[in-house]
């Protein structure tokens, strides 16, 4: 593989241009990690009240719908997003994944995982936040935790 950078000062953000002879696993990989890259660095926007917020993705720890409304997770504050959990799956980066009907989760924020009477239930660090993993989604996460295959 052949790494070359150039330097154009009419560009007004960065453009990164894959130029193979096909479309391989490698290449794909290579797309994927930039685009997650560029998504994990940008900041989206929510609301409390009146008030908008300018959050990385990274800050959040999950997002779940409530009362109708899609809620972005810090460890310490609840925000409000316009954008439906569908959107957001398909927005986020991969180490965002449903984990139920109702809530997408930052695998990399994970502190524990507990198993109860049926239930798994995802504890943060340094906050009394948790969410329930349906057993649809248990396996992925597990995967995940375990250093698995990449999602």
């Avoid at 290579?30 to 008030?51: C, H, M, P, T, W």
């Avoid at 720890?61 to 799956?89: D, I, K, P, S």
């Amino acid at each position: 593989m052949k790494v070359e950078i150039e330097v154009n000062s009419v560009l007004k953000q960065t453009q990164v241009v894959i130029q193979t002879p096909q479309i391989d696993a490698q290449v794909q990989q290579i797309a994927q990690n930039l685009q997650e890259l560029s998504v994990s660095r940008e900041k989206l926007l929510f609301y409390q009240g009146d008030r908008e917020y300018y959050l990385a993705v990274q800050e959040i720890l999950f997002f779940e719908t409530f009362a109708r409304q899609v809620q972005a997770h810090t460890g310490e504050q609840a925000y409000q997003t316009r954008l439906h959990l569908y959107q957001l799956e398909e927005l986020l980066p991969s180490t965002f994944m449903r984990v139920s009907k109702s809530t997408i989760l930052n695998l990399q924020a994970i502190y524990s995982l507990e198993h109860t009477m049926g239930q798994t239930r995802i504890t943060f660090q340094n906050t009394p936040k948790e969410v329930f993993v349906s057993r649809k989604y248990y396996q992925q996460v597990r995967q995940y935790l375990t250093g698995g295959e990449s999602l």
